[in-house]
């Protein structure tokens, strides 16, 4: 597969951009792709999403987590400029995606999640159709090179496998080079192979400066591309860090160890002062030590359903606030 090009090259300030995105540390407004805050979507009576801050800076591959019905699909698709926000203010690649005009929508890269939907045509012809929409396109056969379909330029869209069909949505959003990508679920229905390869896509479009927001249900999609994520529950943002930090990073670990024939097991988020213990009391050479840190699922897994608590609770006193 080859690499797509974009004119020009990184400029000094994309790269110190990049450097600092990486490192995780403080953005101003420029280098900021995306800047939400207090986004919110009502439809009536029911929240869908409550008050998002998000701040994604450009040139970081950014994820967003969540539950189902957590919101990740509307904050996604009002930041594409395909939704009605109810309230909040939103920043993207510097304009109000509610407002931006085609010269906007020119810089920015879509796959959603419902698919593409257009039987009756061609590959190479639909990819040749929606590069005509941009002013610079990738040639048709560099676009299905990406994603491994240039041998089937001529294939009807209804005869391709769900794999395929994926596939075929993100030649659709590269083929304008965009700065900005919004993926949501791009590997959902993709086999290990094909998982792989799309994420090889992004890591490629990364370092080319392309800036990425990803929604995803796979966590281990997110730890290899994500270099921050932000868990959505409830309509609101619990937290952002990069995947390795999310929850507390070391919180949660646990430390076995044999002693007195038995295997000891204790959870702390302080590793250092539990081995100066053991080996004080057992020597250097702790019998049977064991380091588990937590997964990124068990500590991801634990934001949510602190969610969930914080919600009932919040449910608990707005009922009797009501009374
Ligand atoms: N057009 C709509 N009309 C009414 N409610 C909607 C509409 N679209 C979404 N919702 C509701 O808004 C909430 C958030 O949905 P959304 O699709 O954004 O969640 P999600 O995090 O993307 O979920 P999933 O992981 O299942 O894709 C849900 O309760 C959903 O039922």
Known sequence: ????TRPGTETPAEADTAARAAAGGPADHADLAIRASGLHKAYGSHVAVGSVDLEVRRG????????????????????????????GSVSVLGEDPGQAGRAWRNRIGIVQQSGTDHEGWRVGELVEQIGLCYSDPLPVREALELVDLADRPKALLGSLSGGQRRR????????????????????????PQARRDCW???????????TVLLTTHYLDEAERLADRVAVLAGGRVREVAPPAELGGGDAGTEVSWRE???TRTVTTAEVGPVLEELRAR?????????????????RYLRLIEDAGRDRAGEDTHERSRTR
Request: aromatic share 4%.
């Open 60 to 87: 970081e591959v950014f994820g967003v987590l969540g539950p189902n019905g957590a919101g990740k699909t509307t904050t996604i698709e009002i930041l594409e400029g395909f939704r009605h926000r109810s309230g």
């Open 1 to 4: 597969m080859s690499t797509p």
């Open 282 to 298: 057992l020597g250097a050479d702790v019998p049977g030590l064991e380091i588990r840190r937590p997964s990124l699922e068990s």
């Open 168 to 191: 075929l949505d993100l030649a659709l959003a590269v083929v304008g080079r965009p700065e900005l990508l919004f993926l949501d679920e791009p590997t959902t229905g993709l086999d």
């Open 260 to 262: 007195d024939g038995r």
């Open 200 to 210: 090889h896509m992004i890591e490629r479009l990364r370092d080319e400066g392309t």
